[in-house]
């Protein structure tokens, strides 16, 4: 079988290079709810379009520290302020955005292996000897379609080429916390 390599699309824009605020302090396993949705926090979701002006706070008056330009990038809410969501990326980079540009839809950014091969397998099926059905670079973006604790099936969507379907570690995805289960 030939194994194809996925290529990482362009990855964010810095606008300008500001800092984005300190991290918001979280006891691990604490789960709060926000006051506006009621829904849990932190939690991840995705940006809903390419181009996501991250606020220094929750106003268009407040300047802009960053654009994403990366539609379905995962991206985690620290906070709830009215229409405004406090994020975090996956360098840690936060700020706030306003919620009609956030989606509920799951998914992940391929993290690079601990060691040896840069590239991150993607499996027929949720197994280490499964076959490998193509190797994915670090900064791919896989939608997330269920989660076991330990494994996660995903699509990767390729332009001009047919979806790749399998399986990868939970651990290399960031976008899924660890041990969460997603049905």
Request: proline share 5%; charged share 25%; aromatic share 6%.
């Amino acid at each position: 079988m030939r194994v194809r390599r996925v290529t990482a699309a362009s990855l964010l824009f810095l606008m300008l290079a500001a800092p984005a605020g300190a991290a918001l302090a979280q006891s691990a396993g604490e789960i709060a709810i926000g006051k506006v949705t009621g829904l849990p926090l932190p939690r991840y979701v995705s940006l809903k379009t390419d181009r996501v002006n991250l606020r220094e706070g929750p106003s268009k008056e407040h300047r802009t520290l960053w654009v994403f330009r990366r539609a379905g990038l995962p991206v985690e809410i620290t906070a709830e302020f009215e229409t405004w969501r406090r994020i975090r990326d996956s360098e840690g980079t936060e700020g706030w955005v306003l919620h009609s540009l956030l989606s509920g839809r799951r998914t992940g950014l391929v993290t690079p292996a601990k060691q040896g091969d840069p590239l991150v397998p993607l499996l027929e099926r949720a197994d280490e000897k499964a076959e490998v059905v193509a190797r994915l670079q670090p900064g791919v973006i896989a939608n997330v379609r269920q989660c076991t604790g330990t494994w996660c099936r995903v699509i990767i969507v390729q332009s001009g080429a047919s979806d790749l379907s399998g399986y990868i570690r939970q651990d290399r995805l960031w976008g899924v916390y660890p041990n969460e289960k997603i049905e």
